[in-house]
């Protein structure tokens, strides 16, 4: 090329995404295929010829000369005779085989890489050659660790592609030449995604043979005399190969028993290698290790495998999470490692399942042993009792709410008259304050400490019911009726959420769940749909809706000309609801102007919604009331675990409830010193003349109850 002369520029009919390497929809083009030639446009460079001589200048072509076309070809045919000479050449012009011009525009793909891509009965005799000869060239940039260049396939090197293909040969013809064993493929086509196409295998070599299932690879990589594999290595997720095999796993048996064989080998090796390093406590940048991965993505089998694993080998025996104590027939029983499982770790598997509700498969994972006997008997143990103890004291604060909600004025009668009567009422405010802001410091603290989701159904609602209670609170000291709405919503609430305590017992608490889930799931979708229908019959756009025009009610007296009135978008909305659930009333169109118009669109409103949404929500929530009845025991496990769970982060909310519990004892002692401050003037022994006047009697009474209440608080009441 003459001085300064730039090379040519890719055709501008070319679009970008055809230059990018992509294809249809973002996905990745093949990286090699026997139907299209490698790109040749690289963006364009200028290159200086340091030994131009004009007048030796020939427009002869070299016939010694390799271009990428005839040293692809050579590669794909395997025929190294066909590479005689390219060592010379490159050596004359001072190339290298990783110059661009060997390479695919689009993927970086080299002729190394072509030629394992072209493998026949595991072997291409031009690979030998090909890294012999980069090897004479001192390439600064050795052929055998360069890799593929596209957003799809970076990161994958010439190692890859031989354990792809599945050939031992090559992989030991590779790691002694120098192929880095550590290299990570990190494109997108081997990032795991929610939809298209992807293979994700855990990036480094090591763990893409353990995800295909060649344990002679992995033996090799692991013991090679050139580079060993470190077992300890992550990808840019984290992930070590233990982490790779738990995402490939897919609960089939076959691929179950070969991630199974191929993880415990990988756990045998890490002891030869190191038998200081615990490869199972590892986390990935999530904070997960492979059996919390295992849990959070729902891969039963695996997991069944991970915490039920039994060696019998005395050397690896400790790698074992179950341990066989004792037998008799048919009776076993055994010791199980608990590391991972119990809550009292970060991210273990019982929060996991507990309380990630969108977690696949938990159903069937917390059935398993051990976590099943664990679960039981920290149930037993303690949790039903804290269980029951926060039903009874809910119970009693509804009573309480509803108590004061029935006989409350309708204006504040403030100040209080000092009698029994005002003496409870004030003591029932005061009680329902208190719950109010406990219930809103209760949701907020189980959200931070507990793991409740600040989404879930009843975290909403309890947050709503208390938010809605100080609401009313704050109106009624205000002196506003609009108080009455608010505090009757936060009472139906109330009331509504106490169906959160039926999860202590198996029978009702799994028709709450079924009650849940056909709301979240089938009743949404349904009124979502039967919504746009209702609206879009009994409206549209104003000036030109034909229910706007038609649909009227009988005429105004006032009218002079008898004409029907229209009766507004929400009467109309109204009407046809009636009719949607059987009460509606076909005579209100004979006051219509257009009649049999009308009744057509009523009829067609009645096929949609009566005959064709309800039966189709009746039939989705027997699916998931059939659905849920298939793994009933297992659903109403899961619905009592949050509170076995809540000992790690619930004790700021357990002293909240001693708080509140002692408050609740303190009225109750008030209110008995207060019965004994009205008996005090006809009491025989503390005023046998009943000349005790107010003072007297209001001394004596604050006497007691400070001796016996308030004299000092237990410390252990303090948050």
């Not at 493929?185 to 992807?198: D, I, Q």
């Not at 042993?369 to 509804?398: C, D, G």
């Not at 000992?647 to 409830?657: D, I, K, T």
Request: charged share 20%; with cysteine.
């Amino acid at each position: 090329m003459h001085p300064g002369k730039c090379a040519e520029n890719p055709p501008k009919s070319q679009n970008r995404e055809e230059r990018s390497g992509h294809g249809r929809k973002g996905e990745p083009q093949p990286l090699e295929t026997p139907y299209q030639k490698e790109s040749s446009e690289f963006a364009p460079k200028i290159k200086i010829n340091l030994n131009y001589r004009p007048g030796l200048v020939s427009n002869q072509k070299d016939p010694n000369r390799f271009d990428r076309e005839r040293l692809f070809s050579a590669v794909v045919r395997g025929s190294p005779e066909a590479l005689q000479g390219l060592l010379e050449y490159l050596r004359r012009n001072s190339k290298f085989l990783t110059n661009s011009e060997y390479t695919d525009a689009k993927t970086g793909k080299t002729c190394l890489m072509k030629a394992l891509l072209n493998l026949k009965n595991g072997r291409n005799d031009t690979i030998p050659v090909l890294l012999e000869i980069d090897q004479k060239t001192q390439n600064p940039r050795p052929l055998v660790n360069v890799s593929c260049s596209d957003c799809f396939y970076r990161g994958q090197t010439a190692l890859h592609i031989a354990i792809e293909k599945r050939s031992l040969e090559m992989v030991k013809l590779l790691v002694e030449n120098g192929a880095d064993v550590h290299a990570r493929a990190h494109g997108e086509f081997f990032r795991k995604k929610k939809e298209g196409v992807y293979f994700y295998f855990g990036e480094l070599p090591l763990s893409l043979a353990a995800c295909t299932n060649q344990l002679d690879v992995v033996d090799y990589l692991l013991n090679n005399p050139h580079q060993k594999a470190r077992l300890q290595e992550q990808d840019t997720q984290g992930n070590t190969v233990l982490h790779a095999l738990v995402m490939i796993a897919d609960d089939t048996e076959e691929n179950t028993k070969f991630v199974s064989t191929t993880y415990v080998e990988i756990l045998k090796a890490g002891v030869k290698l190191d038998p200081t390093c615990k490869l199972e406590e590892i986390v990935n940048y999530d904070g997960l290790n492979p059996l919390q991965l295992a849990a959070k993505t729902g891969k039963v089998e695996i997991f069944r495998h991970i915490i039920q694993r039994e060696i019998k080998e005395p050397v690896y025996r400790h790698l074992s999470r179950k341990f066989t104590e004792w037998t008799y027939g048919p009776i076993h029983v055994s010791l199980y490692d608990l590391s991972s499982l119990d809550s009292f770790e970060e991210n273990s598997v019982l929060e996991i399942l507990a309380y990630s509700s969108d977690t696949p498969n938990r159903y069937k994972m917390v059935v398993l042993e051990p976590l099943n006997k664990l679960l039981q008997q920290k149930w037993e143990t303690f949790a039903s009792k804290r269980f029951y103890f926060s039903f009874v004291s809910y119970l009693s604060f509804m009573i309480i709410f509803t108590a004061i909600a029935y006989y409350q004025p309708l204006r504040p009668s403030f100040p209080v008259e000092f009698t029994a009567g005002g003496f409870l009422w004030v003591s029932g405010l005061i009680i329902i304050l208190l719950g109010g802001i406990y219930l809103i410091f209760a949701q907020v603290g189980g959200s931070l400490v507990g793991g409740e989701s600040v989404t879930s159904s009843y975290f909403l609602s309890s947050f709503i019911q208390a938010f809605s209670l100080l609401l009313s609170a704050v109106l009624y000291g205000a002196s506003s009726e609009n108080y009455v709405a608010v505090m009757v919503f936060s009472l139906l609430l109330g009331w509504v959420n106490t169906l959160y305590y039926t999860r202590g017992f198996q029978r009702t608490g799994i028709y709450s769940v079924m009650i849940q889930k056909t709301i979240m799931r089938d009743l949404l979708r349904f009124l979502s749909v039967y919504m746009i229908f209702l609206f879009g019959f009994a409206a549209g756009e104003p000036s030109v809706s034909w229910l706007w025009l038609t649909v009227c009610f009988p005429p105004s007296p006032g009218d002079p000309d008898g004409h029907a009135m229209y009766g507004g978008l929400l009467s109309v909305s109204l009407e046809l609801f009636k009719i949607t659930i059987g009460m509606g009333d076909l005579d209100f169109q004979e006051h219509a102007r257009f009649r049999y118009f009308v009744m057509l669109l009523l009829l067609l409103f009645v096929i949609l919604t009566y005959i064709l949404l309800l039966n189709m929500l009746i039939a989705l929530m027997s699916e998931t009331v059939t659905d849920i009845s298939g793994y009933s025991k297992s659903v109403w496990k899961l619905q009592v675990r949050p509170k076995t769970l809540t000992v790690r982060g619930g004790s700021a909310c357990l002293s909240l409830a001693q708080i509140l519990m002692w408050f609740l004892q303190r009225v109750v002692i008030l209110a008995v010193h207060f019965w004994v401050y009205l008996q005090l003037s006809v009491d025989s022994e503390i005023n046998p003349e009943g000349k005790l006047n107010h003072e007297e009697r209001s001394a004596v009474f604050f006497e007691l109850l400070w001796q016996q209440n308030f004299r000092q608080a237990p410390e252990q009441h303090h948050l």
